[in-house]
């Protein structure tokens, strides 16, 4: 096993107990049998009013991604789960698995932060656009409208698609980031405490941004539902979050 396998799940691929194999089955039931048929349902729905005005203004590509991202996590989990508890046996592709959870996990909250910002720029340039007489809108050399940086971004910050390349550019930064133990020449007994400040950091990152973003946000008629929406992803990922730290510690008790 690798540095991430011996980190989240210590003890992987040995012979568990029954506290492990109760554990590991009835959260892979649960992720299958819930989770993924209910996401799976969220997704069709979704799918079946896409051309309503209201979906149209929760920025439907990123919102598709996201779905996309959660749908691959909810199905990679229930095996990483199975294997954990000695149901199934696929070592060689363990590592490879904890890693697509975990950089599928961090994308999502980096679309997720990419989704809020553009709601941002929304509500501060329509903030900017109510301030400003309509003649200064109109005459584009105006210092006023210059001045002005949602309304001069408009064309760049105002589109998502803008931020299309630096988000790949942060996928791979992290995905590097987070296998580079297992290939750099560290002290064996060191690399699951490096793991876990990388991972820590990375996670850190948009999640914070996610939140100065939800309080940054101006108050408007929020009539999609997005600060709503914020807040109780953020209390989900946190959620997640205890539970992969509740699991890393029980497999850490010793078996009597």
């Known amino acids: 096993m690798g540095a991430i396998s011996n980190l989240l799940l ?8 029954t506290l492990r194999k109760i554990l590991g089955l ?5 992720i299958c049998m819930l989770y993924l048929p ?15 005005v209201f979906m149209r203004k929760r920025y439907q ?19 990483i789960l199975l294997v954990y508890s000695n149901y199934l046996a696929i070592d060689g592709w363990i590592d490879f698995l904890f890693y697509a959870v975990i950089v599928l996990a961090t994308n999502n909250g980096w679309k997720m932060t990419w989704r809020l910002f553009m709601h941002f720029f929304d509500t501060k340039w329509a903030n900017s656009i109510a301030n400003k007489e309509w003649k200064t809108l109109i005459n584009t ?5 210059q001045t002005d940086w949602f309304i001069a971004k408009r064309s760049t910050f105002g589109k998502w698609q803008f931020f299309a390349t630096p988000y790949f550019v ?4 992290d995905f590097l980031l987070l296998t580079q133990w297992e290939y750099v020449p560290v002290p064996v007994h060191s690399k699951p405490v490096l793991l876990m400040v990388t991972i820590s950091a990375i996670a850190a990152a948009p999640i914070s941004m996610i939140t100065y973003l939800r309080f940054k946000t101006p108050a408007f008629d929020d009539g999609f539902a997005v600060r709503d929406e914020t807040k109780f992803v953020l209390c989900s990922v946190c959620g997640g979050v205890a539970v992969i730290a509740a699991i ?4 850490r008790i010793p078996e009597h």
């Open 38 to 52: 209910i996401c799976c349902y969220g997704a069709y729905r979704y799918y079946e009013h896409k051309r309503f």
């Open 10 to 17: 210590p003890g992987m691929g040995a012979h568990c107990d």
């Open 248 to 251: 890393s510690c029980i497999s």
């Open 170 to 173: 942060v996928v791979v930064v």
């Open 141 to 145: 050399s105006s210092s006023d409208q």
């Open 26 to 30: 009835s959260a892979a039931l649960i």
């Open 61 to 79: 590509w990123l919102t598709t991604f996201m779905i996309i991202n959660l749908v691959l996590s909810l199905i990679f989990l229930p095996i």
